[in-house]
């Protein structure tokens, strides 16, 4: 769906790539406005966090997960997930514009951090693939 498609449908574009993906602990929070979704991967890296992952952008590596389409009124959800209070705020995580990186007609916001906390990187570019092994 371009662009202008999603403007009038009332639907905004998300990458999620951890505990908001099908089958993980905060997908409930996305769930209710979720009005279609495919498979994606962007430019970035995994950090590890414990029971959840950090994006870090990386134009040399690769991070998969799924590109959601969601209704406009559940961003505010996902802002109060992600800790994003707005541009200029302290957040704990930036929302930012980004590109897939295999279809670069495909984009939308994403999660991510500016640095890395001192956490270490996940073990992988998918994060139930990197959960499951923790468990």
Known sequence: MSAEMRIHSG???????????PGMSNHGVIEPYVRASEPGRVRGRLIDCGPYPALLLDGNR????????????GLPA???????????????????????????AVSGWVYVWTEPRGLPEAQGDWWPDVWADKR
Do not use: C, K, Q
């Open 78 to 104: 996902l802002d109060a997930l992600e800790e994003f209070l707005g541009i200029e705020e302290e957040n704990d995580y930036e929302r930012v514009w980004i590109r897939d990186a295999d279809h670069p």
């Open 62 to 73: 690769l991070v998969r997960g799924m590109w959601m389409e969601v209704a406009r009124e």
């Open 11 to 21: 639907t905004v574009r998300v990458f999620v790539y951890g505990s908001l993906l």
